[in-house]
């Protein structure tokens, strides 16, 4: 089992996975991300929990956790972003570049 604040993942023993080491700047975050390991490639795992404020500090807290997804998510390998994100009052929008914004601004 790998855990990281209120996230975990649980690998079966014949299932070959490399934990990615996330930067100490990201460690207020509760994420994590493992990289599934291929006979030919890899696909790439970030699991999320994103505390349920609707506030200022939820806003920063969105900027830093897409910060942290800008930075881990692979451009060589299929990713996958799972987890409890809780976005309510909030709009994530998908673009070239991820964004956030409160939507009552």
């Known amino acids: 089992m790998i855990h990281h604040g209120g996230v975990a993942v649980l690998v079966h023993k014949n299932v070959c996975v490399a934990e990615v080491i996330i930067d100490d700047a990201f460690d207020s975050l509760e994420i994590l991300c493992i990289d599934l390991l291929l ?21 920063s807290y969105v900027d830093l956790l897409v910060a942290c997804l800008e930075k881990y998510s692979s451009t060589e390998y299929t990713n996958f972003i799972l987890g409890d994100s809780i976005l309510s009052k909030w709009q994530l929008t998908v673009t070239r570049r991820w964004s956030c914004r409160d939507v009552y601004t």
């Open 39 to 59: 006979v030919k490639g890899r696909l790439q795992f970030l699991v999320v929990y994103r505390p349920p404020q609707n506030d200022a500090a939820a806003c």
